[in-house]
Structures are given as structure tokens and as C-alpha cells.
């Protein structure tokens, strides 16, 4: 079965920068879109960052300039470089794979990893 794996999480001062990973296997990665989502406490799952199979990259407004997504199609892994963290990005972040990025395409998902930025 599909299964996606995130690490990379953990405490950083405002300022600070992260790099979050996920492992996936089970799925011939090379074929799917990549996506990290971003979930603060009390909100709605957020994409904020996506790229597809041919390693066309978006963002959201929010992290735009800050958080830079990758692929590595040989290790079947995807990346989260985010820098000039903020207190607002503190959230559990998760990332998932979809053969299409259409919401209603199904998505496997990962179980997420937490981030939190103290000012």
C-alpha cells in the first residue's frame, strides 16, 4: 500500500528555518503530483505548496518566497524548505500524492509532522 512518512518537524525561533521531508512508497512516485498541506489548530487543511510530475511548483500567497518545495524522483522523496519562519506557520504540516491536483482527485496522505515557530 501507499505510504508517505514526513519528518523534519520540530521547534524553531521565529526567523529560523526548517526543512521538512517525506518518504513515499508504494506508488510509482515519479507519475504523481506532490503536495504539502498545512493545518493550524482550529482551521481547515491548507495547501500550501504543490508540484507536479514534471516539477512545475505553486503556492500559496502565504508562504510564497519563503517555502520552496522539491522533488527527488530517484530517492521517491519530496521536500519543504522553509525559511524566514513565522508564528502564524506553527501547524502540522503533511504532505500528500495525487496523480491529478484536482480537489477532487483522490490523495494519499501522510500522517504529518508539527511546526512550531516561537517569537
Known amino acids: 500500500q501507499a505510504q508517505l512518512v514526513e519528518s523534519g518537524g520540530g521547534k524553531v525561533q521565529a526567523g529560523g528555518s526548517l526543512s521538512l521531508s517525506c518518504a513515499v512508497s508504494g506508488i510509482m512516485f515519479r507519475f504523481y503530483a506532490m503536495e504539502w498541506y498545512q493545518q493550524v489548530p482550529g482551521k481547515q487543511r491548507e495547501l500550501i505548496a504543490s508540484?507536479?510530475?514534471?516539477?512545475?511548483?505553486d503556492y500559496a500567497d502565504s508562504v510564497k518566497g519563503r517555502f520552496t518545495i522539491s522533488r527527488d524522483n530517484s530517492k521517491n522523496t519530496v521536500h519543504l524548505q522553509m525559511n524566514n519562519l513565522k508564528p502564524e506557520d506553527t501547524a502540522v504540516y503533511y504532505c500528500?500524492?495525487?496523480?491529478?491536483?484536482?480537489?477532487?482527485?483522490?490523495?494519499?496522505w501522510g500522517q504529518g509532522t508539527q511546526v512550531t515557530v516561537s517569537s
Open positions: 508540484i507536479t510530475s514534471g516539477g512545475s511548483t
Open positions: 500528500a500524492a495525487a496523480l491529478r491536483e484536482m480537489t477532487s482527485t483522490p490523495r494519499y
